[in-house]
C-alpha cells in the first residue's frame, strides 16, 4: 500500500489491482461494514457524454450506513446536505488508487462536539475498507 500525497479531506491508497477489481472490492468492503451503495457515478462515462472530453476511469460510490445516518441526522438535521459518504476509485498515470472521505474532517463543519465520536467510527470503518483492499482478510 502506498498512500497518496497527503489529503486533508480523505484518505486515498494506491493498490495492485486492476480497475475493475478494485471497484468490486470497494463495493464488497463497503457492503462489510454495513453501508449500502445509495449511487455508483461513472465520471468518465458522464463527462465523455456531457462533454465530449477523454478521462482517465473514475467511479465515486456514495454509501450510507442507515444506523449511523440515523443516528447523525438525530443529532443534526441538516447534516443530510454532507450525505452519503463518498468512495473513489480512479485511475492516474498508469495507478489505480482507492480511498475515501475522511468523516471527521466533514462533519467538523458542522461544529457539534455531540457528532465527534460517530465521525471517528465512520472513519474507522471506512479506512478498514480501503485498508481491507490492500490487504484482505
Known amino acids: 500500500m502506498q498512500a497518496s500525497k497527503s489529503q486533508e479531506y480523505g484518505y486515498v491508497v494506491t493498490v495492485d489491482l486492476p480497475f475493475e477489481d478494485a471497484v468490486a472490492r470497494m463495493e464488497a468492503g463497503l457492503k462489510n461494514e454495513g453501508f449500502g ?10 463527462l ?4 465530449g472530453v ?3 476511469r473514475y467511479v465515486i ?3 450510507c450506513n442507515p444506523p449511523l445516518a440515523y443516528q447523525a441526522l438525530q443529532e443534526e438535521i441538516n ?11 480512479y485511475e492516474r498515470n498508469g495507478q489505480v488508487y482507492v480511498g475515501v472521505v475522511d468523516a471527521e474532517k466533514m462533519l467538523s463543519v458542522v461544529g457539534n462536539p455531540g457528532m465527534e465520536q460517530m465521525a471517528r467510527d ?3 470503518k471506512l479506512r478498514s475498507v480501503v485498508n481491507n483492499i490492500v ?3
Open 37 to 46: 451503495v445509495l449511487s455508483k457515478i461513472d465520471i468518465q462515462a458522464k
Open 48 to 51: 465523455k457524454e456531457k462533454l
Open 54 to 56: 477523454e478521462f482517465p
Open 61 to 63: 460510490l456514495g454509501a
Open 79 to 89: 447534516l443530510g446536505l454532507l450525505l452519503p459518504c463518498n468512495a473513489v476509485v
Open 122 to 124: 465512520v472513519n474507522r
Open 135 to 137: 490487504r484482505p482478510s
